[in-house]
C-alpha cells in the first residue's frame, strides 16, 4: 500500500498566499482571544486547591455544590471528572493565608461525609498550589520556551542557515500560539500537563519541519537552476508521504490516548491531537514558504521568472 | 550492501536480549520476580502509585530572631556575672539586641567581654545613652539561615522514620526549600502534622504574682507573658485558660533523651519524657527551689498543662497529659524524640494522590499504550509490509530499551511519562518511516533493492539527527526548567529518542543486512 504511487506534484507555494491570509486570522484569532478572555489557568499557575473525590455511586453536582456552599470558599468551581461518580471541586486562591487554604481539604470532606455515608466518598487527589509557587511557574514556564526557541534557533543557524532557524522558530511561534489560543476559546483548563504538552508540540512541530527543512536544502544542490519555488514545491512534495505517514501514526496513538487514557491525560491528548494537526499544516505551509520570503536574492528571481513568464504568455 | 562485520549482529542480540532482561522485571511487578532475574523495578512516581508530595518553605528568619533571642539570654549572662547593673535588655526588630546600661556601669569593659562572648555579632557603644547595641553579622545571619534548613531536614527525616513510610524521599530545593515525597501515605493529614510542626517545647514557671484580670486587659507584667492551656475532652469541648507565665524559659525540650507513650492513672495517653544529664540535674534543680508553684509546659507556643509542683524531682523524668488521642500521643512523642524545628515550616505546595487513583491512572495508561501500540503495528504492516514487521521490531526493542533505562537509572515514571511514552510510539515510527520512504523512492528511480536500500539509510540518516537533536533539545530545558511530573515527561521523552534513534538507524539496518545477505534479491517487500 502506498500513499502516492509516484511523487505527488501539488503546488504548495502556489497556496502560501491563501495559507499565510489563513493564518493570519487564526493567529489574530488566537491573540484575540487570549487578550480578552485569556487563558483559564489552573491551580498550578493560579495558586489555589483542588480535591479530586470519589463517591460510592453516581452522583449530581447540585447537592455537593449545595453541601460545600456553606464553607464560604469563594470562587468554586464543582464538576464532573471522567465519571459520574468522580467530583472535582476547585477552589481558587484566596486572600486567605496558607494556613487557612490547607484547612479547606479537612472542611471540604467533613461537608460531603453526609452525602453518601461514612465510606461512601473517598478523597483520591488533593493539589494544592501556593500563590509564590504559582507565580514561580508561571516564569518558569515562560522561560523555558524562551530558552527552548533560543537553543533551537542557534541549532538550525549551526546546522543548515539563519533564515531557516528563522522560518522554524516563527512556525513554532504561530503553533504555540494557535495551541494557546485554542486552549483560550475552549476555555479549557491550563496546567502544567498542558505545558509539558506544548513544549511536546514544538519538539513535534520542528521535527516536520526539519524534515522538510532538509529535503529542501538537498534539493536546492540538486536542482540548481530551477527558481527556489518549484524547489521548494518538490521538496514538499517528495516529503509528503513521509508527513501524512508520521501524523497519521501520531494521531492513532493520541485518540487511544485521548479516548482510554483516563481523565487526567485527556486535556494532555487534546493539545497534541491539536499541535500535531496544526505542526504538521506549519511546516508545510508557514514554514517553507517563509523561506522564500527570507532570501533576497531568490525572491528577486521570482520576481524576474513572473516577468519572463507574463511576457511569454 | 557490503558484508557488515560480526559484531554489529553481536551488539544488536546483545541489547535485544539484554533489554528484555531488564524490562520483563518491571512487567511482571512487585512481588513475583523470579531471583535469578535484576531486581530493579521502574520506580513509579507519587502520580502512579499515590502518596503525598509537599513542598515546604523554611521560615528561616525566625530562626535568625531565635537567634537574636538567644543573645539576650547570652548578655544578661555576663553581665550578671560581673555584677554589673543594667536598667534592660531588649531584642529589637529581628537580628538586634539593645542592652541599656546604668550611667555608673563600666561601659568599656562590658563592650570588650560582650564582644569575647559573641564574636559572631557586631557589638556597638552608644555613649551619651550608655547603650550597647549588638546586632548579628551578615554572614552569621546567612550561616544560622543555612543551617535551620539542613537541620530542619535531618529533623523531618527523623520524624517520618519514626512515623514507618517505605522509601521517603526528601530533598532540599533551592536554598530554603524542601522538597517531601512519601509514597503510599494512606493518611496525609496525620503525616503533615508530624512534618511540619515546629514540637518547640519550653518549660516555664507560672506567675502566680501576677493578677490574671489585669493581665486579660492587656497589663501584662514586663517579664511575663499570657499564655493559654487547652483543656477539656474532644474537638468541640475544647476550653481555653488563660496563665500567666514568666517569659524565661527554665528548661527546653533540647535537652530531652527519649519521649514514649505511656498511660497515666486514668488510662488515658500521656508522654513521657526523659531528660539527659544536664537537663535532669536542671530539671530537678528547678522542681526543687519551686515547690508548690505551678509550671507550665508549653508546646509552640500553647500551655499543654500546668501542673503543681509536689516535691523535687530527681532521676530526670516528666510526663506531659493533655486531651491526647492514643494517636496523638504517639506522634507527639516522635516530635519530642526528634527534636524541634530550628525554624516553622509553611506548605508551598502539596499534591497528594490516592492510591487507587494511582492504580486505575497505571491502568488505563497501560491500556492505551498497548491499544495504540498496537494500532500502529498494524498499520506499518498493512503499509510497509515486510519493512513494516521490521519496523514494528525496533519499535517494540524501543520500548524495551526505554523500559530498561528507566529501571537501571532508577528514573521515575510519571503519568505525564507514560503519556510520553505513547507519544514516543508514534513518532519513534517516523525514523524508520523516513527511511523507508527514501527507499521507496531510490526504487522508484530504478535503483537495485540493495542500492536502495544503502541510499535509504544514508540520505535519511542527518535527516534523523537533526529531528532528533532538536527535539532533544527541547527535552532537555522541559527538564531544566520543569518541576515534579514534567521532568518525568522529559526523562522519558530524551531517553526514548535516543533509543529510537538507535533502534531506527543501527538495529534495523544490521537486521535487514543479515536478512539480504548471500541472497540475490531482486524485489523488496516494501
Avoid: C
Avoid at chain 1, 549551526?158 to 512556525?171: N, P, Q, T, Y
Avoid at chain 1, 527556489?228 to 513521509?242: P, Q, S
Avoid at chain 1, 497534541?272 to 533576497?296: E, M, N, Q
Amino acid at each position: 500500500m502506498q500513499i502516492f504511487g509516484k511523487a505527488p506534484h501539488f503546488n504548495f507555494i502556489g497556496k502560501r498566499k491563501l495559507a499565510m491570509i489563513a493564518s493570519i486570522v487564526m493567529v489574530v484569532l488566537s491573540l484575540g482571544s487570549l487578550l480578552t478572555q485569556g487563558l483559564n489557568f489552573g491551580i498550578d499557575f493560579a495558586g489555589g486547591t483542588l480535591i479530586q473525590v470519589r463517591f460510592d455511586k453516581a452522583m449530581d453536582l447540585a447537592p455537593v455544590r449545595k453541601a460545600i456552599a456553606p464553607i464560604e470558599l469563594g470562587d468554586t468551581v464543582v464538576q464532573s471528572f471522567g465519571a459520574p461518580e468522580e467530583v472535582l471541586i476547585r477552589v481558587e486562591k484566596q486572600g486567605k493565608s496558607n494556613e487557612a487554604q490547607q484547612a479547606i481539604v479537612n472542611d471540604v470532606m467533613a461537608a460531603l461525609k453526609p452525602l453518601a455515608g461514612d465510606n461512601g466518598v473517598e478523597m483520591r487527589r488533593v493539589e494544592f498550589v501556593g500563590p509564590q509557587v504559582g507565580e514561580e511557574l508561571t516564569e518558569k514556564g515562560m522561560l523555558a520556551m524562551l530558552y527552548a526557541m533560543i537553543a533551537i534557533l542557534i541549532y538550525i543557524s549551526i546546522r543548515f542557515e539563519l533564515r531557516f532557524a528563522l522560518g522554524a522558530v516563527a512556525a513554532l511561534v504561530h503553533d504555540v500560539i494557535l495551541t494557546m489560543g485554542f486552549f483560550s476559546i475552549l476555555q479549557k483548563e491550563f496546567t502544567l500537563v498542558v505545558v509539558a504538552a506544548l513544549l511536546t508540540v514544538v519538539g513535534y512541530s520542528l521535527n516536520d519541519t526539519i524534515v522538510v527543512y532538509d529535503r529542501i536544502r538537498e534539493e536546492m544542490k540538486r536542482m540548481k537552476r530551477q527558481p527556489l519555488t518549484n524547489i521548494i514545491n518538490e521538496a514538499v512534495n517528495r516529503t509528503l508521504a513521509r508527513t501524512l505517514v508520521t501524523s497519521l501514526t501520531t494521531i492513532l496513538v493520541l485518540l487511544a490516548l485521548f479516548f482510554l487514557g483516563g481523565a487526567v491525560i485527556h486535556d494532555f491528548a487534546l493539545t497534541l491531537l491539536f499541535g500535531v494537526v496544526i505542526g504538521t499544516y506549519s511546516s508545510i505551509f508557514v514554514a517553507s514558504p517563509l523561506v522564500l520570503w527570507l532570501d533576497p536574492a531568490k525572491r528577486k528571481k521570482i520576481a524576474d521568472e513572473a516577468e519572463a513568464s507574463k511576457e511569454g504568455a | 550492501m557490503r558484508q557488515q562485520p560480526r559484531w554489529k549482529l553481536y551488539l544488536v542480540l546483545l541489547v535485544a536480549l539484554g533489554s528484555i532482561y531488564y524490562a520483563l522485571p518491571s512487567i511482571l511487578g512487585g512481588g513475583n520476580i523470579p531471583s535469578w532475574m535484576s531486581q530493579k523495578v521502574i520506580h513509579q512516581g507519587l502520580d502512579l502509585q499515590g502518596g503525598l508530595y509537599l513542598l515546604y518553605d523554611v521560615k528561616v528568619e525566625e530562626a535568625v530572631k531565635q537567634a537574636a533571642n538567644n543573645m539576650v539570654d547570652t548578655a544578661r549572662n555576663v553581665l550578671r556575672k560581673e555584677r554589673q547593673r543594667y536598667r534592660g535588655i531588649e531584642q529589637v526588630g529581628a537580628d538586634r539586641v539593645v542592652v541599656r546600661l546604668t550611667p555608673k556601669s563600666d561601659a568599656p569593659r562590658m563592650v570588650s567581654l560582650l564582644k569575647e562572648e559573641m564574636r559572631e555579632s557586631d557589638v556597638e557603644h552608644f555613649q551619651p545613652e550608655a547603650q550597647i547595641r549588638l546586632t548579628l553579622g551578615e554572614a552569621e545571619k546567612e550561616e544560622i539561615r543555612k543551617y535551620a534548613v539542613d537541620q530542619a531536614i535531618e529533623i523531618i527525616r527523623n520524624r517520618i522514620d519514626a512515623f514507618g513510610v517505605s522509601e521517603p524521599s526528601i530533598q532540599k530545593q533551592g536554598k530554603r526549600r524542601i522538597i517531601v515525597q512519601l509514597p503510599g501515605v494512606e493518611n496525609p493529614e496525620r503525616a503533615k502534622g508530624l512534618i511540619g510542626r515546629t514540637a518547640r517545647l519550653d518549660f516555664k514557671l507560672v506567675n502566680e504574682k501576677a493578677d490574671l484580670g489585669r493581665a486579660l486587659e492587656g497589663r501584662v507584667p514586663p517579664d511575663s507573658l499570657l499564655m493559654y492551656e487547652e483543656r477539656g475532652g474532644r474537638e468541640g469541648d475544647k476550653q481555653e485558660y488563660p496563665l500567666v507565665v514568666l517569659k524565661r524559659t527554665v528548661l527546653s525540650g533540647q535537652h530531652i533523651q527519649n519521649a514514649q507513650t505511656t498511660f497515666n492513672e486514668y488510662n488515658e495517653p500521656i508522654v513521657s519524657i526523659k531528660f539527659d544529664g544536664v537537663g535532669g540535674r536542671k530539671f530537678s534543680q528547678i522542681t526543687g527551689e519551686h515547690i508548690k508553684e505551678r509550671l507550665a509546659i508549653v508546646l509552640d507556643g500553647k500551655v499543654q498543662s500546668a501542673p503543681v509542683i509536689q516535691d523535687k524531682i530527681a532521676g530526670g523524668r516528666a510526663t506531659i497529659s493533655g486531651s491526647f488521642t492514643r494517636e496523638e500521643a504517639h506522634d507527639l512523642a516522635i516530635v519530642l524524640r526528634a527534636g524541634a524545628l530550628p525554624a516553622p515550616l509553611v506548605i508551598l505546595e502539596e499534591r497528594s494522590v490516592g492510591p487507587t487513583l494511582g492504580a486505575d491512572s497505571v491502568a488505563q495508561g497501560l491500556e492505551s499504550i498497548l491499544i495504540g501500540g498496537v494500532l500502529v503495528i498494524v498499520f506499518m504492516v498493512l503499509y510497509y509490509k515486510g519493512f513494516g514487521l521490521l519496523a514494528n521490531l525496533a519499535v517494540m526493542l524501543n520500548v524495551s530499551i526505554l523500559m530498561t533505562l528507566l529501571a537501571v537509572m532508577q528514573a521515575t515514571l510519571t503519568l505525564p511519562g507514560i503519556a510520553g511514552a505513547v507519544l514516543l510510539l508514534g513518532m519513534a515510527v517516523d525514523a524508520n518511516v523516513l527511511i523507508f520512504e527514501r527507499i521507496r523512492e531510490e526504487l522508484r528511480l530504478g535503483k537495485s533493492p540493495l542500492a536502495a536500500i544503502d541510499h535509504g539509510y544514508g540520505k535519511a540518516f542527518s535527516t534523523i539527527l537533526d529531528a532528533n537533536i532538536t527535539t532533544l533539545i527541547t527535552a532537555v530545558i522541559l527538564y531544566q526548567f520543569g518541576t515534579g511530573p514534567v521532568r518525568g515527561f522529559a526523562v522519558t521523552l530524551s531517553i526514548g529518542l535516543l533509543a529510537s534513534m538507535f533502534t531506527a538507524i543501527f538495529v534495523t539496518r544490521v537486521v535487514l543486512a543479515e536478512f539480504v545477505k548471500n541472497r540475490r534479491i531482486k524485489k523488496l517487500s516494501i
